[in-house]
Nanobody
Framework: QLVESGGGLVQPGGSLRLSCAASGLILNYYAIGWFRQAPGKEREGVSYISSSGGSTNYADSVKGRFTISRDNAKNTVYLQMNSLKPEDTAIYYC??????????????????WGQGTQVSVSS
């Protein structure tokens, strides 16, 4: 089970840190992805991290503003979001797939999903 937290309402230019906590999974063996879905839009990949944290990948729209990281000792993955824009408003989901060593960018490969956390960026 994956549980996201840390969402909320923030002004443009503000920051939030999302957390994805796992139970029943040992995240050391899982690649993690953060995805988001805005109203009326398709789900899109935001950022990905390999099982060890040694490889990361970002969507162009968030590159330089968002940072993905993980603490396997805490079985938790984070998404630090800075310089938030109104277009970042969406429900953010984390997902996990059993994969060691590489990032996974294809949503269909993920087989564990959290319930999502709402991020709203507005003045």
């Amino acid at each position: 089970q994956l549980v996201e937290s840390g969402g909320g309402l923030v002004q443009p230019g503000g920051s939030l840190r999302l957390s994805c906590a796992a139970s029943g999974l040992i995240l050391n063996y899982y690649a993690i992805g953060w995805f988001r879905q805005a109203p009326g839009k398709e789900r899109e990949g935001v950022s990905y991290i390999s099982s060890s944290g040694g490889s990361t990948n970002y969507a162009d729209s968030v590159k330089g503003r968002f940072t993905i990281s993980r603490d396997n000792a805490k079985n938790t993955v984070y998404l630090q979001m800075n310089s938030l824009k109104p277009e970042d408003t969406a429900i953010y989901y984390c997902a996990a797939v059993l994969r060691i060593g590489t990032v996974v960018v294809t949503p269909k490969e993920y087989n564990y999903w959290g319930q999502g956390t709402q991020v709203s960026v507005s003045s």
